[in-house]
């Protein structure tokens, strides 16, 4: 079955740098990738996806991209701010499909620094 | 609209007691996930539901758990003779028909002493 992989598990940046988590999966046939924030006390929330047609996908300053050869995909955040602190999960599935067990990484936790 | 909502929001219990908890996704979404998460870990899939029909209950630790989903909404965790090691964020999720994102409720959080 499917396997992700999340790096770094633990990750601080100064407020206004780039932050960059990396992820690899290994079920080739996965085709939808997922990335949810999950601050203290909450549900993950999905903050951005992205699909096996697509290499870059951009939400302001978000951006994900997508090496389907390589089965990675990684999550960009520009100039972060504090309330960017969370724990970061990416995830893949077929998403194509009426179902499809969503495999998680094991997350990324990530504190800016003011 | 309103969310995913789940409730109790926190469950202290005895080992040996059973619990229940309960989830209550978003107005017409077919699919309902549950998932456990351990302190300071990822995400660990459960049991999820199409309607009131589990295809896959292939991440149920043990036969401890079990979970039922009645007129395609609400939704019930059980555990049976808890265990210390059962404590943890119980976490539920519901889809709309035909999409793959899933909606996170706040979770259930769990002890058991």
């Known amino acids: 079955g499917e396997n992700v992989e999340q790096h770094p598990s633990t990750l601080s940046v100064q407020e206004g740098d780039s932050a960059v988590i990396k992820c690899t999966y290994s079920?080739?046939?996965?085709?939808?990738f997922p990335w949810y924030k999950q601050e203290l006390g909450k549900g993950p929330q999905l903050i951005i996806d992205?699909?096996?047609?697509?290499g870059e996908k951009k939400d302001q300053r978000i951006a994900v991209t997508l090496n389907k050869t390589a089965k990675h995909f990684s999550l960009h955040i520009t100039e972060t701010q504090p309330e960017d602190s969370a724990v970061y999960f990416c995830a893949a599935s077929m998403g194509w499909t009426s179902y499809d067990k969503v495999i998680f990484g094991p997350g990324t936790s990530l504190s800016v620094i003011p | 609209g309103a969310g995913v909502s789940q409730s109790p929001s926190n469950k202290v219990t005895e080992k040996g007691k059973d619990v229940e908890l309960r989830c209550d996704p978003i107005s017409g979404h077919t699919a309902l996930y549950w998932y456990r998460q351990s302190l300071g870990q990822g995400l660990e899939f459960l049991i999820y539901f199409q309607g009131n029909s589990a295809p896959d209950k292939s991440g149920l630790p043990s036969d401890r758990f079990s979970a039922e989903r009645t007129g395609g909404s609400v939704s019930t965790l059980t555990i049976q003779r808890t265990q210390q090691e059962d404590s943890a964020v119980y976490l539920c999720a519901s889809s709309p028909p035909g999409r793959e994102t899933q909606y996170f409720g706040p979770g259930t959080r769990l002890l058991v002493l």
């Open positions: 079920d080739s046939a996965s085709n939808y």
């Open positions: 992205i699909r096996s047609n697509v």
